[in-house]
C-alpha cells in the first residue's frame, strides 16, 4: 500500500497497486474511493479503501488518500511588452488580455493602471496632459483562478515628447522702406500642443535698406524646437530728381519733369498750380514747384522741388553822339552791366563791344544779352548816325606858335615874319584881353605864347592858350599856309563842349573866354574861385589846341604838335606860385581805348612818379617814374593794367607825386 500523497489538479490519481495474501488461499482485493471537497472548487481528497477478503469471509481493509491541490497560477495571455512613446495621444487604449488555467476553465482577469510617475520629479498626476512631457506609468494585469492562484504581469509605457514641431517660415518678402515688416510663421506640434515662435530681428523692428535674413525659431512646450529662414528685402522710398531748366528770360517758359517708373505724380506750385503727370508741362511763374510721387507698389512717397527764377529781360538803349562830319568817327555805346552786346549797321557792320567807333551814315542797331542769366533784350534798339560835310579843323598847340617866334632856320618855323606879323595882329584885333600897342603885335604875341620869361601862373597860362588858340583861328581866317602845305584852322562854327563853359561853339567859345580874362585879370590868384575858372580855361583851350574835341580834324595835326613839345610851355594848373607839378585835364574822358594825361613839371628836376589807381585805392598801372626836367610832359593811358590785362569799366584816378607832393584827377574808363 502506497503512501497518501498531493498531485495538482490537472494530474491523474496515481493510486498504489497493493497486493493481498491469505494463510489459507488466495483472498479478493476491491477498492472503493470516497471524494471530499477541499477549499476550493479544484481541491478535493480522494481516499481509496481496498478490502481484502478471503474465502472463508475474513477481511482486512487498508486505505490511502491522495489529496488533489490547485496551487498553479493561470497563465496570462496578451501582455503587450514595455512601450515608449512621443505624445499621451500616442499611448493607445489597453489590449485585452486573456488568461488560461489548469483546472480552471475560465480564470478571471483583472486590469489595473497605476498612477503617473513624471521623470525627474517627486510628483505624481493621475491624468496625463498634452503639457506633460516626460513620464511613465504602469499597465498591470492580473488573473486568479478558483483556488486563489493568481498570475500578475506588467507593462511600463513611458511618454517622452523628443520630437520638434514641424514649422513654415513665410515667403520672401519685399516691403518699401515706408512700410511697417510684419510676418508670422506657422507650426504645428506632434502632440497637439502650441507651438511659441521667437524671431531675429523681432517682426515689427526697423528693417535696414536691403535684404535681411530673418531667422525664426519654433518651441514646443517641452523645449524642443525648430528653425527656418526666410528674406525680408526693403527698397528705399522713391528718389526724387526734379529735371528741367530752373532759370527762364521773362516771356518764356520751361517745363519740370519728375522720374520715369511705377508711380502716381502729384504737382503744385505757385498760384494753385496742381497737376498728377510725370511732367508739369510748360510753365513760367516764378516760385516753387514741388512734386510728391507715390510706389504704386509699396505706397511710399518721395519728394522733390525746383524752384523756377524767372530772369527780367536786359535793358537796351544806345548812348552817344548821332550826328557827326564826315570822316570823324562817334562812339555809341550800350548799357554799363554784365551784358553782352551784338552790334549791326550799315554796310554789313557788326561788333560785339560795347561801345563802337563808327562815322558811316546809317541805322545801327544793339542788342543785349545778361551774361549771368543767358538773357536777350526783348527787342534792338537802334540810333540813327547822320553824316554831315564838315569843316576840317587843323589847330597847333603854343609850342608850335612859339617856334614861330623863333623864325629858326632849322625847319620849325613855318610861317615867315611877315605872315607871323598878320597872325599876332589878328590875333590883337580880335578880343579885348590882348591890348599891344602898334607894332608891338608880334612881340607881344611871341612873348605870350613863349614858355620862358619867369614863373608861369595860371594867369600867364590861360593867355597863352588864349593866343595859340586865336592864332589858329586867324591863320584860317587869313587863309595863310605853311610852308610845308600845312592850313592851320579853326572854324567858328565847330561845335564845342568844356567842363563849366557854356559856349556851344568855337565862336560863342572865343567871346566867352575873352570876357572871363578880362573879368579876372586883376583878381588875385590866391582866389580859389579865380584859380578854377582858370583851369577850366586852360584844361579846355589846351584840350582844343592839340585838336581834341573840334570835330573833323586833319591828319596832320597831331604829328606836328609832337614835333614842337620842346617849344610846350608848363601848362599846368598853379595852385600856388612855384608848385611842382600839375595836372590837365585827361582828354577823352570818358574814354573807351586811349586817354591823354598831360602835366608839367616846374622850377627844377624832380623825382616823378605817375600812376592810375582804382577808387580802393590800388594802384592799376604805373605810367611814370623817375627823376623828370622842369617842363610839359604827355602819357597816354589804354585802359590796361601793369599785367597788360584790359581793366573792368568804371572810374579811375589819375595821381601824380612830385618831391612827396600829391595831386590827382578822375578818369572815367568806359568800353
Not at 97 to 112: E, H, I, L, R, Y
Not at 264 to 269: L, Q
Not at 350 to 362: H, L, N, P, Y
Request: proline share 6%; net charge negative.
Amino acid at each position: 500500500m502506497g503512501p497518501d500523497h498531493t498531485i495538482q489538479c490537472d494530474q491523474t490519481l496515481d493510486w498504489s497497486s497493493p497486493t493481498a495474501s491469505d494463510n489459507c488461499g488466495t483472498p479478493s482485493l476491491v477498492p472503493a474511493d470516497v471524494s471530499t471537497p477541499g477549499s476550493c472548487l479544484q481541491n478535493h481528497d480522494v481516499k481509496r479503501t481496498w478490502t481484502a477478503t478471503d474465502e472463508c469471509g475474513n477481511s482486512v481493509t487498508a486505505s490511502q488518500t491522495i489529496h488533489v491541490v490547485d496551487t498553479t497560477a493561470p497563465t496570462l495571455v496578451g501582455v503587450p511588452v514595455d512601450a515608449n512613446y512621443q505624445c499621451a495621444s500616442d499611448v493607445p487604449q489597453p489590449p485585452t488580455v486573456t488568461a488560461s488555467d489548469d483546472c480552471d476553465p475560465n480564470p478571471g482577469v483583472v486590469f489595473a493602471e497605476g498612477i503617473l510617475i513624471l521623470d525627474g520629479a517627486n510628483t505624481t498626476n493621475s491624468v496625463a496632459t498634452v503639457q506633460t512631457c516626460s513620464y511613465h506609468f504602469d499597465r498591470t494585469w492580473t488573473a486568479t483562478d478558483h483556488c486563489g492562484n493568481s498570475v500578475s504581469a506588467t507593462q511600463t509605457i513611458h511618454v517622452h515628447d523628443t520630437t520638434a514641431p514641424t514649422i513654415t517660415c513665410p515667403d520672401p518678402i519685399t516691403v518699401g522702406a515706408c512700410q511697417p515688416v510684419n510676418f508670422a510663421a506657422t507650426g504645428s506640434d506632434n502632440c497637439g500642443g502650441l507651438v511659441t515662435f521667437t524671431y531675429s530681428p523681432e517682426p515689427g523692428t526697423t528693417f535696414a535698406l536691403g535684404t535681411t535674413t530673418v531667422h525664426v525659431t519654433g518651441s514646443d512646450f517641452c523645449g524642443n524646437t525648430a528653425s527656418c529662414d526666410f528674406t525680408v528685402t526693403v527698397t528705399p522710398s522713391p528718389t526724387v530728381t526734379v529735371t528741367g531748366v530752373d532759370q527762364i528770360c521773362q516771356g518764356g517758359s520751361t517745363e519740370f519733369c519728375g522720374p520715369d517708373g511705377n508711380y502716381d505724380y502729384a504737382w503744385t506750385g505757385p498760384g494753385g498750380f496742381a497737376a498728377t503727370t510725370k511732367c508739369t508741362g510748360q510753365v513760367s511763374a516764378q516760385g516753387k514747384y514741388t512734386l510728391v510721387i507715390t510706389d504704386k507698389s509699396s505706397t511710399c512717397q518721395g519728394t522733390g522741388d525746383a524752384t523756377l527764377t524767372v530772369n527780367p529781360l536786359p535793358a537796351c538803349s544806345i548812348t552817344g553822339k548821332t550826328e557827326t562830319c564826315a570822316n570823324v568817327a562817334v562812339d555809341l555805346c550800350g548799357p554799363d552791366g554784365n551784358l553782352g552786346y551784338v552790334w549791326s549797321g550799315p554796310g554789313g557792320f557788326s561788333a560785339t563791344d560795347k561801345c563802337i567807333s563808327v562815322s558811316t551814315a546809317g541805322d545801327y542797331t544793339l542788342t543785349t544779352t545778361d551774361l549771368g542769366t543767358k538773357c536777350s533784350s526783348s527787342g534792338t534798339c537802334s540810333a540813327h548816325l547822320t553824316v554831315n560835310q564838315c569843316v576840317t579843323n587843323c589847330p597847333r598847340t603854343p609850342g608850335f606858335w612859339a617856334a614861330q617866334c623863333d623864325q629858326s632856320p632849322t625847319g620849325k618855323s613855318k610861317f615867315d615874319t611877315g605872315q607871323m606879323n598878320q597872325i599876332s595882329s589878328c590875333v590883337d584885333d580880335k578880343v579885348g584881353i590882348f591890348n599891344w600897342a602898334s607894332g608891338q603885335d608880334f612881340s607881344r604875341f611871341c612873348s605870350t605864347v613863349d614858355k620862358s620869361g619867369g614863373s608861369m601862373d595860371q594867369r600867364r597860362q590861360a593867355k597863352r592858350q588864349f593866343a595859340a588858340f586865336l592864332a589858329n583861328v586867324c591863320t584860317g581866317e587869313l587863309g595863310l599856309i605853311a610852308n610845308n602845305g600845312d592850313i592851320i584852322k579853326l572854324d567858328m562854327s565847330t561845335p564845342v563842349s568844356c567842363s563849366a563853359l557854356t559856349s556851344t561853339t568855337m565862336g560863342g567859345l572865343l567871346t566867352e573866354v575873352d570876357n572871363l580874362l578880362l573879368t579876372l585879370e586883376n583878381q588875385s590868384l590866391n582866389d580859389p574861385v579865380v584859380k578854377a575858372k582858370y583851369s577850366q580855361i586852360i584844361s579846355c583851350l589846351d584840350a582844343i589846341n592839340n585838336a581834341e574835341g573840334v570835330g573833323t580834324v586833319c591828319s596832320t595835326a597831331q604829328q606836328q604838335n609832337a614835333l614842337y613839345a620842346d617849344y610846350a610851355s608848363p601848362a599846368g594848373i598853379s595852385d600856388l606860385p612855384g608848385d611842382l607839378v600839375e595836372l590837365y585835364r585827361p582828354s577823352p574822358n570818358p574814354f573807351a581805348n586811349s586817354t591823354r594825361i598831360a602835366y608839367v613839371v616846374n622850377g627844377k628836376s624832380q623825382q616823378v612818379e605817375v600812376g592810375i589807381f582804382d577808387i580802393a585805392g590800388r594802384r592799376v598801372r604805373q605810367l611814370a617814374n623817375g627823376f623828370q626836367a622842369p617842363g610839359r610832359y604827355e602819357l597816354n593811358w589804354d585802359g590796361r593794367s601793369d599785367a597788360g590785362e584790359h581793366v573792368v569799366n568804371g572810374v579811375y584816378f589819375i595821381r601824380s607825386i612830385v618831391a612827396g607832393h600829391v595831386k590827382s584827377m578822375q578818369v572815367v574808363l568806359l568800353k
